[in-house]
């Protein structure tokens, strides 16, 4: 056996390595699609995260910048484990520059909720913005779970469920944990929180 080091075998080597790993990506997509999968993914995260309801409808938000530049935040939905791409949004920061990914994230939770608010009160019509998540999922760790934390009680929306996931270790935090959720790499729900 041979292992090209240079030239085009060496290109060729990796291409079919990038292949491989797409085309396991794209196994696991339809492996976790599958509705009973994904009931026992929900399950999961109900059960790992300690939730008072299965988390059909999961909103996670991501804080985005160019070298401090041009932040913008997103917003995914997946309801019942499928992307709900109808319910994207992106958010242009409107009350900093520099990146502050904690101020960021509560501005725009600050924002989002607000119109849930005004929606549970009657004076809301956009319906991405009138239904109630069943789990907020932030991407980042304790700091940006505190702020989206500060963001709900300024609002005085105590009734949604939060939780923050690091990347790297796929940890997974929750408001009044001290320690993260560490869920087994081979979990639906871990997948599922992946996948959003």
């Known amino acids: 056996i041979t292992i090209p080091q240079r030239g085009a075998k060496r290109r060729l080597v990796e291409m079919v390595s990038v292949n491989a790993k797409q085309g396991l990506e794209q196994l696991k997509l339809k492996w976790i699609s599958d509705s009973t999968r994904m009931e026992t993914a929900m399950s999961e995260l ?116 939060l939780a923050s996931i690091a990347k790297r270790e796929e940890e997974v935090f929750l408001p009044d944990a001290a320690e993260p959720v560490i869920m087994p790499r081979n979990s639906q729900g871990l997948f599922l929180l992946q996948r959003a």
Do not use: W
């Open 46 to 161: 109900q059960e790992e995260l300690n939730l008072p309801a299965l988390p059909r409808r999961i909103e996670c938000y991501d804080i985005s910048h160019i070298q401090g530049t041009n932040t913008v935040a997103s917003m995914s939905v997946f309801q019942d484990g499928q992307p709900l791409s109808s319910d994207y949004r992106r958010f242009k920061i409107k009350t900093h520059d520099g990146n502050d990914d904690f101020a960021s994230m509560r501005e725009v939770l600050n924002r989002r909720f607000r119109r849930l608010k005004n929606a549970r009160e009657g004076n809301e019509e956009n319906a991405s913005f009138t239904a109630s998540p069943d789990l907020v999922l932030i991407d980042g760790g304790k700091g940006q779970l505190s702020s989206a934390v500060e963001s709900m009680l300024h609002l005085g929306l105590q009734d949604i469920q």
